[in-house]
């Protein structure tokens, strides 16, 4: 089992004024790969996102942390940038997977601008902002996310091997 860190990007949410659908469509399908042990709701404000990248994966050392929000066109959708100045290592393939599947339900999904990567031992995934776009992101990449930690983590070898 894995620890999961999720933040959530919305000024909205933040403010109390929306409530949060997306930490427990999260927390549900992601159920069997390990538990959230740290939630948080932060506007869109990069340099809070990044504050609160750097001390989940830092900090908290937890193996899987999941932004939801702030991917969009929107002049306050700054989620991936804050990412990508967190991150050591982009791992293009899980957005690839996330945006391929998400292609086959809506073709609004080219709008998402998410990325994912690595910093030191934790992943850092970006997902939609929407409950059905966050299930279908989760969908598309769930298979293969446990093996990818555990590479990660130094506990099992590299994928090729048979």
């Given amino acids: 089992m894995f620890s999961i860190g999720v933040l959530i990007v919305s000024d909205k949410g933040s403010q109390g ?3 949060d659908l997306c930490g427990a469509v999260i927390k549900e399908v992601l159920s069997d790969l390990g538990t959230v042990e740290y939630y948080h709701i932060v506007p869109d404000d990069r340099s809070l996102i ?8 830092d900090v908290l050392k937890l193996n899987l942390v ?11 959708d700054v989620t991936p940038e804050a990412t990508w100045s967190v991150i050591n290592k982009v ?10 599947y ?3 339900k809506t073709p609004r999904a080219m709008l998402s601008r998410a990325i994912s ?22 969908e598309a990449i769930k298979d293969s996310l446990g093996h990818g930690l ?13």
Wanted: charged content about 20%; proline content about 4%.
């Fill in 17 to 19: 004024e929306r409530e």
């Fill in 50 to 57: 990044q504050e609160q990248l750097i001390y989940m994966c």
């Fill in 66 to 76: 999941l932004t939801s929000g702030g991917t969009g066109f929107a002049e306050r």
């Fill in 91 to 100: 791992v293009p393939g899980i957005s690839n997977a996330m945006l391929f």
């Fill in 102 to 104: 998400g292609l086959q």
């Fill in 117 to 138: 990567g690595i910093r030191r031992k934790s992943l850092i995934i970006n997902l939609p902002g929407s409950p059905k776009g966050v299930r279908e992101s989760l």
């Fill in 150 to 162: 555990e590479i990660l983590l130094g506990q099992t070898g590299e994928c090729g091997q048979s």
